[in-house]
């Protein structure tokens, strides 16, 4: 049995029954899963967790199931790489790369919300499932929901990287592409959800599927020898995960696994659609959407729905956020790889490229320990890269071909 006390409309505190709905009738907030933190407190140490098999579902009593995990079963526990080479080059004492570009059936963290989704959706009965998607989550739904033997529709924006769109289409999912951005196809998908009684896991069943995220927080403590990080630097697009990691950290805290909670959150976006960061910086708590422009499709939510709820993290922490340009998302890219051997996708350039910029303008503490969340990987957004890689060397099949080269290499 799970341990959810129910839905509550994070306004108005409002309490709803475990049902596929996802706003307040009177004030038209957010739900958000309730849990009965003093029965999990009983049943779950770190001890208990340490004896479970690897993967997201070792903190089942934490997410919001009824039964037994069907969805993602080996998803999750990613490498949590402690990155010298980089700190080096940042000039930081204790750096980690939280890698979710590993240990996921589509490569990057939407298995997580996805797995938790598509078994809430099986536990309700659904037999379709659909999201709208920049792109990762059309991956997940359409690979996950596959396996799962559900219907699936996938509605992404028709400019999607092509790459990303045979990434979604392999799986034969009904992939509609509509000729808009994503806040376009989020608000048809709205109304296709309203008419369709089909389980959309980004909308009428997204207090359950966001709580997934929490276990990208949940890892990084148990990771750190059961101990949060000092600064944490996240990508945000709708910013959910960086919302949901906030409070995987304090769930924690709440439930004894954690004996202090001092983590400073701080948020990452590209320049070209910050609306999050944009109104951080500005000290306001209204997010004013934009019309994204980068190459940072996964994360191009210009009206984003947890953006102030998102910013209220931030502050709650006494972190920060930044946001970076195209150019430093791609050396940010190259940068990884060529000190840690992660090749990321461009979500993952943000993340680091403003975690850079945070460390240079002494906002994030160079000395205590920074943990960076690489959500994606780059095998999904080589053309981002392309006329912007290290050069290639060409040469005839011959010995002093080679050695020309490596003449000029030496010099
Ligand atoms: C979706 C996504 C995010 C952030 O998602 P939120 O909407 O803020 O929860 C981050 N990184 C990647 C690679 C993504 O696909």
Partial sequence: MGYIKGLKCRECGREYPIEPIYVCEFC???????????????????????KRPLSLWRYRELLPIDGDPQVGLASGFSPLVRANNLAKALGVKELYIKDDTVMHPTLSFKDRVVSVALTKAKEFGFDTVACASTGNLAHSVAALGARSGLQRFVFIP???????????????????????????????????????KWAFVNINIRPYYAEGSKTLGFEIAEQLGWKAPASMVIPCASGSLLTKIWKSLKEFKQIGILDGLETKIYGAQATGCSPI???????????????????????????????????????????WGEDVSDPEIIDAIKLLAATEGIFAE????????????????GRIDRDRSIVICVTGNGLKTQEALSGHTPPVHYIKPNLASFEEVLKGLRR
């Avoid at 038209?28 to 340490?50: H, N, Q, T």
């Fill in 158 to 196: 028709a400019t999607l990287e092509q790459s990303k769109i045979t990434a979604s289409v392999v799986y034969s999912p009904n992939l509609i592409a509509v000729d808009g951005n994503y806040d376009d196809v989020n608000r048809l998908c709205s109304e296709i959800a309203n008419k369709y």
């Fill in 277 to 319: 960061m944009a109104a951080l910086k500005s000290g306001q708590d209204v997010v004013r959407p934009v019309k994204p422009d980068t190459i940072a499709k996964s994360l191009a939510i210009g009206n984003p729905a947890d953006g102030y709820y998102a910013i209220s993290a931030i502050r709650e922490s006494g972190g």
């Fill in 346 to 361: 461009t979500a993952g350039g943000v993340t680091l490229a403003a975690a850079k910029k945070l460390i240079e303008q």
């Fill in 28 to 50: 038209f907030g957010p739900l958000e899963v309730a849990y009965d933190y003093a029965e999990i407190k009983k049943k779950i140490s770190r001890e208990v967790i340490e």
